[in-house]
């Protein structure tokens, strides 16, 4: 008997199975290894299998003695009760030897007018964090029978979260919202902007003279009961309030509001505001359990179109062991069909399942560069409109994203390269580069950056699957804020340093999230000696006769307590050039070591 794989709809090979109600699907990370990922959720499974009056599975075989490379997976399947179908596989990941691997239990169970499905995968690539995939899926039998507007969140979401220290990105996935004091401000608003950030991000606003305690649990924490596992949830004390609305100007949330912010947030866009849904008070205190619903709405749909990530995109389809074959010395009621002629069968359906799986992959995939698509244009658009408003800024226009300076000053000698050809350089060059080592080919775009750094250490950072592209855009942007910052610096009209210039960007430049701006390390870091040491990065005899100097400046370029840094030190003032010293991840401090 063969069967689906998500994200193939569910119950496609159970005949008389109806449409399935909308499905349940939650995609984290675990730090965990993989083989203790699986063993957690094996026991959470059995766990709540016994609590069900189910019997509890067997333990499952870890590896598989004696298979070769190559070879197809491992599967079984156990029948724990009545109707109660439990199957188990692991193996490789496709892509061939070294990988990945990983394993998937799939329980089927009876419902009241059909059948409960749910299906946990584990998988993990070579070098890459651990995947974890929970579907919840059901499917009604017979007609007229009403069909559930979705699966509610499985239990088994509930407990494993905390147990596995589930992430998305930056974030830690919490079962529950989790409130937000003035000091966490920064660390919520670098998840926001992270590229890494999958899920959405709720946050919700406390109304002004209520207490923080009573709103969370009268209000938010029954609001928020349908998101265990789709999106991460914060409340915003009072103090956290006002400082995350005078940073996120155009996407403030207040008055016991609440805001779903999606992946892939722009604070300097005014356009992008719109992309993120609010929810008012007054209509969630007009009926909460309603209110739930509209606030799951969005995360169940992004969870549902979103392309997997790449280990659990190369899971293959779920092969189940076919039924026993009789013994020869019982006579067949009809013919028995040669064995070959079964294994040839099972094959092609095998593959044309998973040929259905990817090509709905693919679907996935090209819904979203549409939409990013689209957003580009929109931005590109609004960046297009606020130019053609305004006159020219100190004598030269500054250049957005995919625009050309339109006029500028000449200079002649040894000093700063004029915007005119700045423009000349752009107007050839392609857009951001999608990895550092396009990055780097391609520094000679920013004449007055210089790296003095070890390229090994940003070349890493294409190796580590959880990245993309995105730190290598959010770094390209970075580099890009710079040079106009040292363009202006140099002529005394930067009215600061890079900090301030991202507080304060012209119009028409390029903007850098100032919250990733950062003017230093802090003093414990200075005067920790390793800690210090490990600042001390290249740069010309003429800065430093040491060729070292401490670089405590640096960019954040990517969420979390370990993700990619850039460093730099500013010397537009002396010799008229910004040295970046280091790109790569997280150097050593007090949250990393």
Known sequence: MTSDRSPSPAGADLPGLRGPATPYRMTVTTALPHAEAVALADEQLAS???????????????????????????????????????????????????AGRYDRRRLRTPAPHGTRQLTLTVATAVGGPTWVRLEAETHNTGSGVRTPCRVPVPELARTLLPLLDAADGPAAVHPAPRVVTADEVDDLIDELCDPERRLPTVVASVPVNLPVDHWVEEVVRPLCRQLPGLATAYVLDPGARTAFNVALEYHTVYGGAVRTYLPEVDPASRQDGSRHPVLARGRIEQDLRRAAGLLAREPRRLAADQPLPPPLAAVPVLRVPPPPVRPAAEPAAEPVTEPAVLAHEEQQDRAEQQARADELERVRHTLRLERRDRSQTRDGHEGRLRTGSRGALSGRHCTGPGLVPTAAPTTSGTGPTTAGHRADQLSGCPGKPDTFTELLSRLGEFPLLTFTGDQKNALALDGLQCAGAGWARLAWDGLTALQEYAEAAVRGAAGGDFKQWCEHTPEGCHRFPPRKAVRGESRTVFSHTKWKRERMLPVPEGVDSSRRAFMGAHLRIGGGRTAPRLHYLDDCSGSGRIYVGYIGLHLTNTRTN
């Open 48 to 98: 709540w299998l016994k609590q069900e009056g189910c019997e509890e599975p067997p333990p499952a075989v870890g590896t598989v003695p004696g298979t070769a490379v190559g070879a197809p997976p491992a599967a079984e399947r156990l029948r724990l009760g009545e109707r109660v179908l439990l199957d188990r596989d692991l193996g490789p990941l496709r892509g061939g030897p070294g």
